[in-house]
Antibody
């Protein structure tokens, strides 16, 4: 059974870089058509898609975060990563990694929902 | 971005009764290529990640009890939970995957009356 586990610092100072890793077990990270994703949830608030990366390293980012965001995948280590620069208190959230279920694809891209989720990792931005 | 708006923000329903949650999008989620609505529903219990309940607006994910059902088309969608059980207490989110970025509704908190 596929399992995802987030890891990284729980506290990041303002203006610094938030770095998280998601380790995949019980399944292949190299399969094509999977868009390994990050989704976040500020305390007591709703869900926000951050971005996705496929096994070739092709990325898709939220426009609101794109200028600060880098995602990558390391198939040899079976993990994918997130880096978010110049963080502020607004970036305080539980960060989830997730694997989607691709439902459809066409010339415009892939369309998916998220089936497998990590437990989530709280990152607090504070000095 | 496609804006998803859920109503109500919270509701309390008695065990055994039916809960109904609405989700509206500011543009149609009906894709002409396959005539499907690109809309999903998730359940999030306290301290847990979301759990996919429904996709294509009305298709239940494997393992989801049949008391959960989805309906609607275009811009108006509904999640119905029949014969409500205590374990259904959670926050429910709709999500569109019609266009990038995928976006979620603000959530509806369901409690037991």
């Amino acid at each position: 059974q596929l399992q995802l586990q987030e890891s990284g610092p729980g506290l990041v100072k303002p203006s610094e870089t938030l770095s998280l890793t998601c380790t995949v077990s019980g399944g292949s990270i190299s399969s094509s058509g999977h868009f390994w994703s990050w989704i976040r949830q500020p305390p007591g608030k709703g869900l926000e898609w951050i971005g996705s990366v496929d096994n070739s390293g092709s990325t898709s980012y939220s426009p609101s975060l794109k200028s600060r965001l880098t995602m990558s995948v390391d198939t040899s280590r079976k993990h994918f990563s997130l880096k978010l620069t110049s963080v502020t208190a607004a970036d305080t959230a539980v960060y989830y990694c997730a694997r989607p279920k691709t439902l459809y694809y066409d010339r415009s891209g892939f369309y998916y929902v998220w089936v497998n989720w990590g437990h989530g990792h709280l990152v607090t931005v504070s000095s | 971005d496609v804006v998803m708006t859920q109503s109500p923000d919270s509701l309390a329903v008695s065990v055994g009764e039916t809960a109904t949650i609405s989700c509206k999008s500011n543009q149609s989620l009906l894709h002409s290529s396959n005539n499907e609505n690109f809309l999903g529903w998730y359940q999030q219990k306290g301290g847990q990640p979301p759990n996919l309940l429904i996709y294509w607006a009305s298709t239940r994910q494997s393992g989801v009890p049949d008391r959960f059902s989805g309906s609607g088309s275009g811009t108006d969608f509904t999640l119905t939970i029949s014969s409500l059980q205590a374990e259904d207490v959670a926050v429910y989110y709709c999500q569109q995957y019609y266009t990038s970025p995928p976006t979620f509704g603000q959530g509806t908190k369901l409690e037991i009356k």
